[in-house]
């Protein structure tokens, strides 16, 4: 049916254009028209040479050879005066009619033989070509990845390499009655590595690859989906064994809910229908495996994953620092390194990286040290590449005054110093004031080893950090800026999840009153049902967690207000502090803390930047330097 439109619409885009070039040709060629009255003037006149009559038209050309056409309304009384003068006559046939009804005639016939043909060939083989067109098969000769080339997931290494074993002898499975899986279901966030793993997967075993994206089977047609499933699944039998790939499945496998039966929701239920039909369509003998990808399996159909169809359901998650480390070394053997780049201490600045974003890290560090004419890529290169990927371009334009520098320092030593002073918090990596992207400074903390989960006291110990800025600023200037918005955000978050998703809060309980939902997008889920005044006292647990937590973050920087006020010093001259200098730096803060205590006239206002102590001062000194 679809190849019946299609021809249908290519032959009326032919008459179309065969009539529009007709008229062109017909516009160009014809002669100008004068009025009846202007050929009486001429032949009472004998300005006319010839007439050329068709029909109750005629075309006349005068002495100058100059032709006109106009219409005559009586031939034969015209015809009486013209016997008296001189003038040549021409009478032709009206084959207009003629020529018009040929044309439509050929085209009826031209277009009940498409149709013909069409419903004639609808079986064949050749007429699946626009239902397929989106087949993507690959040769085992052309596939180059490899489960060498995967680092990080490990599990589902170990998971695929059964299919694998499978692929190349099903026979050894067979003659124990074991059955391999038909379908496996790669789930987890974007790019950790599901279409990769797939592809590793065909080639390790040299069967055919067949790919197809699930938008694919979506098309402005109705039954053109269901036409590229059968397609798809007919030519993977007859080159089995082979791998069925679809990727992202869930633009096509979305539950069936409420019976819409109109538009687009009819046509992606019919290609979920005829991909349920085909999967169970599978003999136990045929070693054809269907692996699909998704980072959304809580929208998909409960058909879909029954045992029979989708058997397994892997998961891959975010590498931890073993598997980040892994695959920098990976993506490294491509790129000229220096010898004394530590992946390892990478690894551990680049927390729930997935492997896509440590593809990009890497060729981010080549390609600014390329730029700079380098002929290695050096540590440097890989932690000015980070903070591109995180905080965006570094904005050297940008003119701030004084004050706002002043403020900024503040905001940030705040953070830093909280970041130093909680037991529980992360250790700072770095602290700027350079402006990046959409934030005018960072302060960074890499955990010191990847957290599968998180404790009160964690989060709470984040909360307060997120609040030194905020605190810093009212405390120091005793004015509010819009520089905490994004601090404030994230520590709302994460209140939020601990009242609602952690029953971290004592008075409400251990109780849960938000979900996920289940998928690996963020944003997802929401709120359970509940009553109006279970929603306000949830509100003011929140509001209280922060308020107490902001409060912590004003009594610590009030404690240690010499230190923010030397810290912020030294970061308007040097702008960057990593983790080694800042520690130096608060460590000669204590010590003349020391000192003030034993000589009761020495107090913090008369400190400077440079009055530390020698360790501090060099720091100063090597980083402007």
Known sequence: MAILVRNLLVSFLFLILALFM????FMEHRHPSQDYSELVERLNNDQIATLEFTGNRVAFTDREKHTFVTTVPDVGKFLERVKEKNIRVIVK??????????AISVFIVALVLIVWWSLRHKDDEDESTFASDKLVGQDPADLKVSFDDIAGIPEAKEELEEIVSFLKSPDSFRKIGATIPRGILLQGPPGTGKTLLAKAVAGEAGVPFYSFSGSDFVEMFVGVGASRVRDLFKEAKKNSPCIVFIDEIDAVGASRSGG??????????????????????FATDEPIVVLAATNRPDILDSALKRPGRFDRQINILAPDVKGRKKILEVHGQNVRLDPEIDFELIAKATPGFTGAELANLVNEAALMAARLGKDRVVNVDFEKARDRILMGVERKGMVMSDHDRNVLAYHEAGHGILANKLPDSDPLHKITIVPRGMALGQTQQVPVSDHPAFSRQYLISKIIVLMGGRAAEELVFKQQTTGAQGDLLTATQIATDMVCKWGMSPKMGPQAFSIDSGGFIEGAGGRLPMGHDTASFIDQEVANLLTECYAEAIRILKREQCLLKNLAEILLQVETLDGEEFDIIVECSMKKEAAAIEEPGDTCSSCSARDHCAEAEGVVDEITA
């Open 93 to 102: 046939e009206d084959r207009f009619t003629l020529i018009y009804m040929t």
């Open 260 to 281: 819409a039966s109109a538009g687009g929701q009819e046509e992606r239920g019919q290609t979920l229908n005829a991909l349920l039909v085909e999967m169970d369509g």
């Open 22 to 25: 007709g008229m062109l040709w």
